[in-house]
């Protein structure tokens, strides 16, 4: 079965910088588009970033320069590495691996548990 988990969340202040990891099994992770979105509590799922099985990125406006997204074909793992962090970037961060080398169905997508990263002023 497909299996997709996340490390690397926790506790920050203002300023600094997390890496988040997505160890898949049961897929390829090299032939899917993968991406990184977040959930705040009350607040809607969003896209953070996005990567293609070809490596083109896409970033939310809100943190395009701050957060890079990664894939490591030979250990099958997406990263998210998150630099000068702000509170509203508070939420529960999920790893999604669509079916599509390009796109990402949310509907249809493999997620992961999913990981809390918390940031103070």
């Known amino acids: 079965q497909v299996q997709l988990v996340e490390s690397g969340g926790g506790l920050v202040q203002a300023g600094g910088s997390l890496r988040l990891s997505c160890v898949a099994s049961?897929?390829?992770?090299?032939?899917?588009?993968m991406g990184w979105y977040r959930q705040a509590p009350g607040e809607q799922r969003e896209l953070v970033a996005r990567i293609t099985s070809l490596g083109t990125t896409h970033y939310a406006d809100s943190v395009k320069g701050r957060f890079t997204i990664s894939r490591d074909n030979a250990k099958n793992t997406a990263y998210l590495q998150m630099n000068s962090l702000k509170p509203e970037d508070t939420a529960v961060y999920y790893c999604?691996?669509?079916?599509?080398?390009?796109?990402?169905?949310?509907?249809?997508?493999?997620w992961g548990q999913g990981t809390q990263v918390t940031v103070s002023s």
């Open positions: 999604a691996a669509g079916r599509s080398s390009v796109y990402i169905n949310t509907l249809t997508a493999y």
């Open positions: 049961g897929i390829i992770l090299s032939q899917n588009a």
